[in-house]
């Protein structure tokens, strides 16, 4: 018989948060350690993560939304008042501007008289999936991973305990990969990290071991319990594999597999939200019950985020879940519970292998361009346009069925929920005041600083940015001097140049067949029909994204069903400006402009495309909106002129484009399309 061992130490417990202002988010971060969070996770806005100030164009609405505006060492400072840095175990949400707010944060720690030596915590800093998938990318690949491996040289040399990258395969799986492209992506993601910084020549050969023991992963636990399981023990066994004979790393700790887990944000529903209390748990011992591949750090999202911003309890809720399981279970006081099972074994197995085989496709591109790694991939649009048919697959599996998700496309019969019964407390609302304090606040920082000092910190950067030289010290005169996160980021635009990266959506095949009698050649039948009689050759259609959210997962699909659907479909990507998106729609002639904002925007960008395309003397194109909406927001849009409004609970693609066919027909005043009589029916 098993007896019960001393038990382990629990996982860090986080939970992601931030908004509106550092001074709010401030105060929240002391509610959540009192209440017994052991780490902080820090959401940053989007203007933050992409390197704009908050008084720039496309900033205007995304100001606080999705998380804090920090713009200035000033900002980072009230973020922190009063929580002792050295103490604290910090992890950062951000990619393209990862440099910038670890110099702040140090600067910052060195005021509060913190050794930074014993600082503790991660930036995410992993570009290369904002390319693929959540899009705050900023600078080209080159120097987006020089930015990375100067910032690990740096962090090795002076702030030791600290994970200068977080391989971060969550969004991966957010953008539709699978299991084995999720553990294949991210694994050459992280070798061709290593590679570039033992290339580099800043990190003597004998202290690689220090680099890869540093290196932490950032991963997505869906519902699909023995599965998820199953990718963690595959990931580890093969970062081990990988550290030890790529990297010539010996000592076991140093090759141990580190990873922290977000479970399944984007898998949550507002259908029945009250469901996802149930997806969150399994998905959360998905990556605790296997001692063997624990995970070190996890944060769980709240059951309401289908819905919009958690409030403090909601966060609170899924805090106490995490305790109950860590403190209550005996789950701490065993080994690996699964090993020996022939079950967990083989999938183990197969997944590691599947991976094992893409990985060697990539890396191959990688070396036919010069052993680049996984750059080239990135950059042909290879694995941008798998991700897109892994996800359009993924969908059409749910629309047919075959995935059944409870509430959404099976058992949606139900009773009211007191926990939505009134929707406007059920979330929280970001005061749309906040902003202009934001914005007021700047414009006093640039004010009082020392403006000489500033600049010669800004020219300073720009010179170092044209030679080889590690870029860290430089950032942090810049901190120092208080310069501005826009300005930063723009001094290196100057040098590096902006990048756009491909959307994956010509490549993506078709993902659902047009079936004799099925909807989706009714559809198709029915665009053919409008562009006829409005003696268009195609239906053409406008997929925009204003402002700077860049989930552009479910505007790719919508794109990729109304391609298949026979519209000509114009998508250009991500972080557009309103001005430019209508453009865009002139300049095209388009039938429909669809706009996709999951930030909470839509209250500012909307409103601003509708009154610039009546400016234009556009009347007859109807303006669709989809994105994570309140029902009171979008009511509000319909009333300032959009057509329809879709959430996630519209999760038919195909329905969708064929209400886009109805709201082209209904602008251009023609009869509603009937679709001829089939054998079957006539």
């Given at each position: 018989?098993?007896?019960?061992?001393?038990?382990?130490?629990p996982?860090?417990?986080?939970?992601?948060?931030?908004?509106?202002?550092a001074?709010?988010?401030?105060?929240?971060?002391?509610?959540?350690?009192?209440?017994?969070?052991?780490?902080?996770s820090?959401?940053?806005?989007?203007?933050?993560?992409?390197?704009?100030?908050?008084?720039?164009?496309?900033?205007?609405?995304?100001?606080?939304?999705?998380?804090?505006?920090?713009?200035?060492?000033g900002?980072?400072?009230?973020?922190?008042?009063?929580?002792p840095?050295?103490q604290?175990?910090?992890?950062?949400?951000i990619?393209?501007?990862?440099?910038?707010?670890?110099?702040?944060?140090?600067?910052?720690a060195?005021?509060?008289?913190?050794?930074?030596?014993?600082?503790t915590?991660?930036?995410?800093?992993?570009?290369?999936?904002?390319?693929?998938?959540?899009?705050?990318?900023?600078?080209?690949?080159?120097?987006?991973?020089?930015?990375?491996?100067?910032?690990?040289?740096?962090?090795?040399?002076?702030?030791?305990k600290?994970?200068?990258?977080?391989?971060?395969?969550?969004?991966l799986?957010?953008?539709?990969?699978?299991?084995?492209?999720?553990?294949?992506?991210?694994?050459?993601?992280?070798?061709?990290?290593?590679?570039?910084?033992?290339?580099?020549?800043?990190?003597?050969?004998?202290?690689?071991?220090?680099?890869?023991?540093?290196?932490?992963?950032f991963?997505?636990?869906?519902?699909?319990?023995?599965?998820?399981?199953?990718?963690?023990?595959?990931?580890?066994?093969?970062?081990?594999?990988?550290?030890?004979?790529?990297?010539?790393?010996?000592?076991?700790?140093?090759?141990?597999?580190?990873?922290?887990?977000?479970?399944n944000?984007?898998?949550?529903?507002?259908?029945?939200?009250?469901?996802?209390?149930?997806?969150?748990?399994?998905?959360?011992?998905a990556?605790?019950?296997?001692k063997?591949?624990?995970?070190?750090a996890?944060?769980?999202?709240?059951w309401?985020?289908?819905?919009?911003?958690p409030r403090?309890?909601?966060?609170?809720?899924?805090?106490?879940?995490?305790?109950?399981?860590?403190?209550?279970?005996?789950?701490?006081?065993y080994?690996?519970?699964?090993?020996?099972?022939?079950?967990?074994?083989?999938?183990?197995v197969a997944?590691?292998?599947?991976?094992?085989?893409?990985?060697?496709?990539?890396l191959?591109?990688?070396?036919?361009?010069?052993?680049?790694?996984?750059?080239?991939?990135?950059?042909?649009?290879?694995?941008?346009?798998?991700?897109?048919?892994?996800?359009?697959?993924?969908?059409?599996?749910?629309e047919?069925?075959e995935?059944?998700?409870?509430?959404?496309?099976?058992?949606?019969?139900?009773e009211?929920?007191?926990?939505?019964?009134?929707?406007?407390?059920?979330?929280?609302?970001?005061d749309?005041?906040?902003e202009?304090?934001?914005?007021?606040?700047?414009?006093?920082?640039?004010?009082?600083?020392?403006?000489?000092?500033?600049?010669?910190?800004l020219?300073?950067?720009?010179?170092?940015?044209?030679?080889?030289?590690?870029l860290?010290?430089?950032?942090?005169?810049?901190?120092?001097?208080?310069?501005?996160?826009?300005?930063?980021?723009?001094?290196?635009?100057?040098?590096?140049?902006?990048?756009?990266?491909?959307?994956?959506?010509?490549?993506?095949?078709?993902a659902?067949?047009?079936?004799?009698?099925?909807?989706?050649?009714?559809?198709r039948?029915?665009?053919?029909?409008?562009?006829?009689?409005?003696g268009?050759g195609?239906?053409?259609?406008?997929?925009?994204?204003?402002?700077?959210?860049?989930?552009?997962?479910?505007?790719?699909?919508?794109?990729?069903?109304?391609?298949?659907?026979?519209?000509?479909?114009?998508?250009?990507?991500?972080?557009?400006?309103?001005?430019?998106i209508?453009?865009?729609a002139?300049?095209?002639?388009?039938?429909?402009?669809?706009l996709?904002?999951?930030?909470?925007?839509?209250?500012?960008?909307?409103?601003?495309?509708?009154?610039?395309?009546?400016?234009?003397?556009?009347?007859?194109?109807?303006?669709?909106?989809?994105?994570?909406?309140?029902?009171?927001?979008?009511e509000?849009?319909?009333?300032?002129?959009?057509?329809a409004?879709?959430?996630?609970?519209?999760?038919?693609?195909?329905?969708?484009?064929?209400?886009?066919?109805?709201?082209?027909r209904?602008?251009n005043?023609?009869?509603?399309?009937?679709?001829?009589?089939?054998?079957?029916?006539?």
């Amino acid at each position: 018989m098993t007896e019960p061992q001393k038990r382990d130490r629990p996982w860090l417990m986080r939970t992601y948060a931030g908004h509106s202002t550092a001074s709010d988010s401030n105060a929240l971060y002391r509610r959540n350690l009192a209440k017994g969070q052991t780490g902080l996770s820090v959401a940053f806005d989007l203007p933050t993560q992409t390197g704009y100030d908050s008084d720039h164009i496309l900033a205007r609405g995304e100001v606080g939304r999705v998380g804090v505006p920090v713009g200035h060492v000033g900002d980072m400072r009230t973020l922190f008042d009063g929580i002792p840095l050295e103490q604290t175990n910090t992890s950062m949400t951000i990619n393209a501007t990862a440099m910038w707010l670890l110099a702040l944060y140090q600067v910052v720690a060195e005021e509060q008289g913190a050794d930074i030596g014993k600082l503790t915590g991660t930036t995410q800093n992993d570009i290369v999936k904002e390319y693929l998938s959540r899009g705050t990318h900023v600078f080209p690949p080159g120097p987006s991973v020089r930015l990375i491996t100067d910032m690990i040289a740096y962090t090795v040399g002076n702030i030791p305990k600290w994970n200068p990258i977080n391989i971060c395969s969550y969004h991966l799986q957010e953008a539709g990969a699978t299991p084995v492209q999720e553990i294949a992506y991210a694994m050459c993601t992280a070798i061709s990290v290593l590679d570039a910084v033992r290339d580099s020549g800043q990190v003597p050969a004998e202290r690689m071991g220090d680099v890869v023991a540093r290196i932490s992963f950032f991963v997505n636990a869906g519902v699909r319990f023995v599965e998820e399981m199953c990718k963690m023990r595959a990931f580890a066994r093969l970062w081990e594999k990988v550290t030890l004979e790529r990297y010539g790393v010996t000592d076991p700790k140093q090759r141990r597999f580190r990873y922290g887990v977000q479970v399944n944000s984007l898998g949550l529903t507002e259908a029945q939200p009250e469901n996802n209390v149930q997806r969150i748990v399994l998905e959360m011992l998905a990556v605790t019950l296997s001692k063997d591949a624990r995970a070190r750090a996890v944060q769980l999202p709240a059951w309401n985020e289908a819905l919009g911003l958690p409030r403090p309890w909601d966060q609170q809720w899924s805090l106490r879940i995490q305790q109950v399981l860590a403190y209550e279970s005996d789950l701490l006081e065993y080994g690996d519970i699964f090993n020996g099972s022939e079950v967990i074994e083989a999938k183990t197995v197969a997944l590691l292998a599947g991976a094992e085989a893409e990985i060697a496709k990539v890396l191959e591109m990688g070396a036919k361009a010069g052993n680049q790694g996984i750059i080239p991939a990135v950059e042909s649009g290879y694995l941008k346009s798998n991700l897109v048919a892994s996800h359009a697959a993924r969908r059409a599996r749910i629309e047919s069925g075959e995935d059944k998700i409870i509430g959404v496309n099976c058992f949606d019969t139900t009773e009211p929920s007191p926990l939505t019964a009134d929707l406007d407390t059920a979330i929280m609302v970001v005061d749309p005041a906040s902003e202009q304090s934001v914005l007021a606040a700047l414009e006093a920082w640039r004010g009082q600083r020392d403006e000489a000092a500033a600049q010669e910190a800004l020219a300073g950067l720009k010179e170092v940015a044209a030679t080889e030289a590690n870029l860290m010290p430089a950032t942090l005169a810049c901190a120092r001097a208080g310069v501005t996160t826009g300005e930063w980021s723009f001094a290196l635009r100057e040098v590096f140049g902006e990048y756009r990266a491909p959307t994956g959506v010509g490549g993506a095949p078709v993902a659902v067949a047009a079936e004799p009698g099925g909807e989706l050649e009714q559809v198709r039948a029915a665009v053919a029909a409008t562009a006829e009689e409005l003696g268009a050759g195609k239906l053409r259609l406008l997929v925009g994204k204003p402002g700077l959210d860049g989930h552009s997962n479910g505007a790719e699909q919508i794109a990729v069903r109304a391609r298949d659907a026979g519209f000509e479909v114009v998508y250009q990507g991500i972080r557009l400006t309103p001005e430019q998106i209508v453009s865009a729609a002139v300049a095209e002639d388009v039938h429909c402009v669809g706009l996709s904002i999951l930030s909470g925007a839509h209250t500012e960008l909307v409103p601003d495309v509708l009154k610039r395309l009546r400016r234009a003397g556009v009347e007859d194109v109807p303006v669709i909106v989809g994105g994570i909406i309140p029902a009171a927001d979008g009511e509000a849009l319909k009333a300032a002129g959009v057509a329809a409004v879709f959430t996630p609970k519209d999760f038919g693609i195909t329905t969708i484009i064929g209400r886009i066919v109805d709201e082209i027909r209904l602008a251009n005043r023609l009869q509603p399309w009937t679709p001829a009589p089939t054998a079957a029916t006539s």
